[in-house]
């Protein structure tokens, strides 16, 4: 790779897990941060920048496809090929499948789906003649395993995995790999937004029945560091023979079915 840094474009790099995602793989590439939160990602690349790292800030929203066009463009042509993408932009609506609007379904599409797939259709388009190249998307264990009030949420993510594993499989002849990191419950803002109080991490732990969560059998919640670093090792050349994978991070919660 000689000493030139590779490229990697994290969405939803304001704050949360992408935030983290950042932090980690800035220590190996240039990051192009992109996220609707201006301020926020400002406020990481300031971060980054003041350890000597690498990090510009892309305002966008991932649902615009062709802002989305045009932003990979320019991050090609002002910081170089976009080596590693990471779509971790995610929104959540909570709310019952009789209560949930038309406007929580589009806009909880509008992001975890059809973001995941602007971004690495513009990515994968550059990367395909350049024959290099690694994407992970961050899904959700609730891809796999139904949970209350989350029938949008879970719908949508079940949708960007399976899309992330095809897209593996038309760009393995290229040496292209696709891999996707399910977290469960993470220390985020996402996540606290669910807590009734402030025992609400040891709820989340300890499960409930009239729910049919089972709890975490780890008997902790994920730090967004325990996701990033699944996520750095799969877009690792640690990981070079790892495609079309689904690997959950959450301490057990779905029984690793
Ligand atoms: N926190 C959890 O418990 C948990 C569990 C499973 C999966 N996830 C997934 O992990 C990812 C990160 O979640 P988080 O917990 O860090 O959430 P978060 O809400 O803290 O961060 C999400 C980020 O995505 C950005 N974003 C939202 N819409 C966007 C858009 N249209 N374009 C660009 N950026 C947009 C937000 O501005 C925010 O910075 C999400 O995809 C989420 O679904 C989180």
Known sequence: MGDTPRVALVTGAAQGIGAEVARVLAGEATIAALDTNAEGLLSLVAELRGKGQRATAWPVSVSDASAVETVVERIEKELGPIHTLVNVAGVLRMNPV??????????????????????????A????????????????????????????????????????KCLGL?????????????????????????????????????????????????????????????????????????TMHDLCVDGGATLGV
């Open 98 to 123: 009789v209560s949930l609007s038309d406007e929580d379904w589009a806009t909880t599409f509008g992001v975890n789906t059809n973001g995941v797939f602007h971004v690495s259709r513009a990515v």
């Open 125 to 164: 388009r550059r990367m395909v003649p350049r024959r290099a190249g690694v994407i992970v998307t961050v899904g959700s264990n609730a891809a796999g395993t139904p949970r209350m009030q989350m029938a949008a949420y879970a719908a949508s993510k079940a949708a960007s995995t399976m899309f992330t």
């Open 170 to 242: 038309e760009l393995a002849q290229y040496g292209i790999r696709c891999n996707v990191v399910s977290p469960g419950s993470t220390d985020t803002a996402m996540q606290r937004g669910m807590w009734k109080d402030e025992h609400g991490a040891d709820a989340v732990i300890a499960g409930a029945s009239e729910t049919f969560r089972v709890g975490i059998p780890l008997r902790r919640i994920a730090t967004p560091r325990d996701i990033a670093e699944a996520v750095q090792f799969l877009a690792s050349d640690r990981a070079r023979h790892i």
